[in-house]
């Protein structure tokens, strides 16, 4: 029997985002139902740009999962709790190209409405469209340690930005 969700409105998302992305990790994914990849992420956030609630991603082009979010115009954020941290870490160290992570994790993939991927073992799903995307240039680092230490090898993220246009939260 498939896991029941709801749709809540963004704003009453209560969790602290900071712990969200930065300890907890989520699952970046795009793609459909038939080709899809998905990868863990803990570098983001939530806002309010352009009047639109909006998160924000980095995605390194040598990803697997950058291809699938370069060629959809959605991805979806999915968050789980502690118990599936294993499943976080294989995803955030293997890549699609040499494994199935579903098969490896035991993921259980669902579709939006919208046709867009998240698991039936999330605690929280935001479905996001993506709206800007720039890369990250060494010449607009102000504080030039960081680049040097979190790009040694000269291989800088994409930002995307993307406004959330449905969360779902687990019913249990």
């Not at 806002?47 to 990803?63: A, E, H, M, N, Y």
């Not at 979806?76 to 190209?97: A, H, M, Q, V």
């Not at 991927?117 to 996001?128: G, P, R």
Request: hydrophobic share 40%; glycine share 6%; proline share 3%.
């Amino acid at each position: 029997m498939e896991k029941a969700f709801k749709n809540i409105d963004v704003k009453l998302i209560k969790d602290n985002t900071f712990k969200l992305i930065g300890t907890d990790w989520m699952l970046i994914t795009a793609g459909t139902k038939s080709s899809f990849n998905t990868m863990t992420a803990s570098w983001g956030g939530f806002g309010i740009l352009w009047d639109k609630p909006v998160t924000f991603c980095f995605i390194r082009p040598q990803r697997y999962t950058y291809e699938f979010v370069e060629k959809n115009d959605f991805f979806t954020l999915t968050f789980f709790e502690e118990k599936y941290r294993d499943i976080l870490e294989l995803c955030g160290t293997k890549s699609g190209r040499d494994i199935d992570k579903i098969k490896a994790t035991g993921l259980v993939p669902l579709e939006t409405e919208r046709g867009n991927i998240y698991f039936e073992q999330a605690q929280m799903v935001l479905e996001c469209q993506k709206i800007y995307n720039d890369d990250i240039k060494p010449e607009n680092f102000i504080i030039s340690e960081i680049e040097t230490r979190i790009y040694p090898a000269r291989d800088y993220h994409r930002l995307y930005i993307a406004e959330i246009i449905n969360a779902l939260v687990s019913k249990e």
